[in-house]
């Protein structure tokens, strides 16, 4: 396989233009997988991800996902006790850890007593930390995977935080992982595929293209990974795109310009029209995941060239991702948003589809950057995570002239996406229909009946997609799943006749800021130990930029003269 896909590229840095064939990953991976079970690493046992967007973000999954052991991914912008929280959950006995992260994990290292082995992902001179460049030294020359039943393997655990604002570690099979890339994948429709040979293995299937692309990079496979990769939503989307083969453009974070210039040069799309002469298989077993194996000749073809902006620890980005890889999609991925960097991807790599969430899509239409860059590239825009307005969504048809922009709806507890909008069948406001294979009800929130078309109540989802259940946390599980498999999403909707779904509301008091989730009771607590306040609440306050913006009201003890400015800083110092 390798020796096929020597100029195929899986990864662009955004930013530096380092760029990763499909056999340079393969070949990592493996180098990894071998150093891990060298460390140890058992089956059934967890690897964590504690970073932000980077080229190296997949090779630890992957090779985890080859020796049958799962992965942990936890948020870069984590403090102590939210790191030391999700941890515990998971319980990782290997962690990787980019440098600036490092000086966090000192802080709860000692309190972990199964962390067994740090790795950091660049320099280091503490003899307690594993550099990462020495797990890719050696090749291994006859590398054996592990199987597993993917039924039962949990593939993935990522932070999800429920209803009462505390995340839960959401379990996710290796069923979940590979049936939401192939519904990805199916979501991608246009391809034209004149052969296609499949390899089963307990029920899944994993496709990728082989034909080969010949000059610039192919837009209509080309994902720009601007989605935190550490999210579920990040690190799901990224998984998805790797997978199908997308070729990424990576954004280390969120830029306006990157992101835009980024859609403009590496004129991302879908593979719709793609022409596919050939389909094979590459099988690694435990987790299958196939790599495209066509060589292609000379620069990236932009019709492969996915932007990766979206958070590779959100399980958005990560299954995003992992369906790019399945496809064959080339990734230029982003380490954090950045405007300029945004746009110039867009720009360059001719990128024609974009993952992103409802802020980029407020930034997309409301900025005057985005007029600075050729967009013309993109042609069809997936948004998730939050609701989109139907005003926003208007506007940036309009400015971009993308006819194709379609929500989908989904939590970390349905593996990303259970309701998704059919191509040419829009509904401004909707997040679409029932994903294949999914039931649906809408309960009451007094009664908790079932209710008819139009009426509100809270959603709730039955899939194969659905959890196996929360990491250690039996109680947490039976409140959310109900006796007949539903889980309970704690949002407020409706469907209309046509059995459009429509998002209008939260049960829960999450307070979702630019991608990330604030519970309300987090800062409460932190406003609270100040002695000079008497009581406080947080509430999240509708922003268009940033999604949700923390409103606090508080009470001062009586003669204190705490100032809103005071009660600014000391926050900013404890979160």
């Known amino acids: 396989m390798a020796n096929h896909c020597v100029y195929t590229y899986l990864q662009i840095h955004a930013v530096t233009g380092e760029r990763w064939t499909f056999s340079d990953v393969h070949r990592k991976s493996t ?26 973000f997949f090779l630890p999954i992957l090779g985890a996902y080859y020796l049958g052991a799962s992965i942990a991914t936890f948020s870069p912008t984590s403090t102590v006790s939210e790191l030391l929280h999700a941890m515990n959950i998971s319980k990782p006995r290997i962690i990787f850890c980019s440098t600036d992260c490092v000086e966090t994990l000192e802080k709860v290292v000692g309190q972990l007593p199964f962390l067994q082995t740090v790795v950091v992902l660049g320099a280091t001179t503490s003899p307690r930390h594993v550099p990462f460049h020495s797990l890719i030294q050696h090749e291994p020359a006859n590398f054996n995977s592990v199987d597993v039943d993917p039924e039962q393997h949990v593939a993935a655990i990522l932070c999800s935080s429920g209803t009462t604002g505390l995340p839960k570690g959401v379990m996710l099979t290796a069923t979940n992982v590979i049936t939401c890339m192939e519904g990805l994948i199916r979501f991608i429709k246009g391809m034209q595929i004149s052969q296609i040979n499949k390899y089963k293995i307990k029920g899944i299937c994993i496709y990728f293209p082989r034909s080969p692309v010949f000059g610039d990079l192919n837009a209509s496979q ?10 579920s939503y990040g690190y799901l989307a990224q998984l998805a795109s790797l997978s199908i083969g997308f070729t990424t453009i990576l954004m280390p974070r969120f830029n306006e310009d990157l992101f835009l210039r980024s859609i403009q040069t590496y004129k991302v799309w879908t593979v719709q029209g793609m022409q596919i002469s050939q389909i094979n298989k590459y099988k690694i077993k435990g987790i299958c995941i196939y790599f495209p194996r066509s060589p292609v000749f000379g620069d990236l073809n932009a019709s492969q060239t996915h932007l990766g902006v979206l958070p590779l620890f959100h399980s958005y980005g990560y299954l995003a991702q992992l369906a790019s890889l399945s496809i064959g999609f080339t990734t230029i991925l982003m380490p954090r948003f950045n405007e300029d960097l945004f746009l110039r991807s867009i720009q360059t790599y001719k990128i024609r589809l974009l993952f992103i969430a409802p802020t980029l899509m407020v930034f997309l239409a409301k900025h005057p950057k985005v007029d600075l860059y050729d967009l013309r590239s993109v042609q069809e825009i997936w948004c998730g995570s939050a609701p989109l307005s139907p005003e926003v969504h208007k506007q940036v048809e309009k400015r971009l002239n993308v006819a194709n922009i379609r929500q989908g709806y989904g939590m970390t507890e349905t593996t990303m996406g259970v309701v998704n909008t059919p191509r040419g069948a829009i509904k401004y406001g909707s997040a679409g229909r029932l994903a294949p294979g999914t039931s649906a009800k809408v309960l009451d929130l007094k009664s908790g009946k079932p209710l008819g078309p139009n009426q509100k109540g809270e959603l709730c989802f039955r899939s194969p997609l659905n959890m196996r259940g929360y990491c250690g946390n039996l109680k947490a599980t039976l409140e959310t799943v109900d006796d007949e498999g539903f889980v ?8 209309d006749e046509n059995c459009y779904f429509y998002i209008v509301d939260r049960v829960k008091e999450l307070i979702k800021y630019k991608g990330h989730q604030v519970p309300p009771a987090e800062v409460e607590s932190v406003l609270l130990k100040n002695p000079a306040i008497k009581d406080a609440a947080v509430v999240g306050l509708p922003d268009d930029l940033a999604g949700e913006l923390p409103l606090a009201f508080v009470v001062r003890q009586p003669g204190s003269y705490i100032s809103e400015g005071d009660i600014v800083k000391y926050v900013a110092g404890k979160l």
């Open 222 to 231: 080309t994902h720009l990974g601007v989605l935190p990769l550490f999210h």
């Open 488 to 495: 309970h999403s704690g949002d407020i909707g409706y469907y």
């Open 31 to 56: 180098s990894v997988a071998e150093s891990l079970r060298a460390l140890g690493l058992m089956t059934g046992e967890v690897v964590g991800m504690f970073t932000g967007n980077c080229m190296e």
